[in-house]
């Protein structure tokens, strides 16, 4: 579950919000007037968004290879994806 709180909450209850995320799995959009700014989240969510944000690019550069006739030297591609 994502709880919004507002920076001046966050300011106030900084190490209780932190040992929430870190340790409860709790994710917390941080808004400022209304308008959602920022977010915290475990490092274990970040690192599942940036594994999915990976394979998009890779999905995604597989498809535009796939779009040319052009060999691409598989070393060249590797180097190219940073793999």
Do not use: C
């Not at 995320?21 to 274990?44: C, D, H, M, N, P």
């Not at 995604?60 to 060249?76: F, G, Q, V, Y």
């Amino acid at each position: 579950m994502i709880h919004k709180v507002t920076v001046a909450d966050v300011r106030k209850n900084f190490s209780h919000i932190i040992n929430k995320v870190a340790y409860g799995k709790e994710s917390f959009v941080l808004t400022r007037r209304g308008q959602a700014i920022a977010a915290l989240v475990s490092i274990e969510d970040l690192k599942l968004i940036q594994d999915l944000e990976e394979r998009l690019d890779i999905e995604d550069a597989w498809k535009a290879r796939n779009e040319t006739d052009e060999a691409i030297p598989w070393e060249s591609l590797k180097a190219e994806l940073d793999l």
